[in-house]
């Protein structure tokens, strides 16, 4: 189903799960394509749908993030990698190499298992006493 918008798609299931895929937001309800940036099978099956309705898809790729693309990958390796000597002639430095955990507060004795009461709830229960004594009454 389609909206006429040209970017909402209602996709259906083999188990009545129903997904909307936003084509102009490369988006859709099962949240896949936009965490991961590669078109879940909902947008997959909304592809299809499109180039059998004759409508342009353009190139598949498009559709999935340009960190996955292999310009993005050769961009990244493109930077030459300085060879580097070994640690121990590194230069030595006074910071201290050992960090110590921030002090700590021991507590005497058994931890409290039981919640103190909120006076909301001490006058809730007053109420509901004084409630079941006016009814003992009556019954008398
Ligand atoms: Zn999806």
Redesign the pocket.
């Known amino acids: 189903m389609h909206d006429g918008m040209g970017e909402k798609y209602q996709v259906k299931g083999p188990w009545n799960d129903q997904?909307v895929?936003n084509m102009g937001q490369k988006e859709?309800?099962?949240?896949?394509?936009g965490l991961t940036r590669i078109p879940?099978?909902?947008?997959i099956a909304t592809l299809n749908e499109m180039a059998d309705s004759a409508e342009n898809v353009g190139e598949l790729s498009t559709y999935v993030h340009k960190v996955y693309w292999i310009d993005k990958w050769k961009e990244m390796y493109s930077f030459k990698v300085e060879p580097i000597k070994g640690r121990v002639m590194w230069p030595n430095r006074d910071y201290p190499t050992t960090l110590v955990p921030p002090p700590h507060n021991k507590v005497i004795g058994r931890p409290k298992k039981k919640r103190r009461i909120t006076t909301e709830e001490m006058i809730e229960i007053q109420q509901c006493m004084s409630q079941e004594n006016s009814q003992i009454q009556n019954e008398s």
């Open positions: 997904n895929v859709c309800t099962c949240r896949k394509w879940c099978k909902y947008a």
